[in-house]
């Protein structure tokens, strides 16, 4: 009886493999105003937890000391990570990519926020 169940052990084992993480896509290119609101939501539609997510900027981690200004906040739960940005300004334009890893693998997502100014016509009355 021991055999027997040491030998379904390692069937059910290999049998059972977990499952690389996958993202919902991003949408690949956003133009938004200056002071506006960015939200991008990094949601796994599968994968075996635990999954750890993480964000960058234009390749660099976005860290603790990156949200200091308090206008940069990310929200993460078990199958989601938001990433949103208050009263966007020029210099937050870039390259933002949210990676999901699990024991099994990983999967990455990219968009570019590209924020536009206000655009100043100066009128001369002659």
Known sequence: MFILTFYL??????VYSGVAPKLTRFHNE??????????????????????????????????ERSMQSNRIQIETKHEYS??????????DSGNYSCTV???HGFDTQWSLLQVQGLKLFLF???
Do not use: R
């Not at 052990?9 to 290999?14: D, G, R, T």
């Not at 939200?39 to 964000?55: D, E, I, R, S």
């Open 9 to 14: 052990l390692i069937l059910m084992k290999s």
């Open 30 to 63: 956003n133009i938004q105003p200056i002071d506006s609101s960015f939200v991008l939501n990094c949601a796994a539609y599968m994968g075996t937890h635990p999954l750890k997510f993480q964000w960058f900027k234009n390749g660099l981690i976005i860290d």
């Open 82 to 91: 938001l990433l949103k940005i208050s009263e966007i300004k020029l210099n």
């Open 101 to 103: 890893i699990n024991d």
């Open 124 to 126: 001369i009355c002659s």
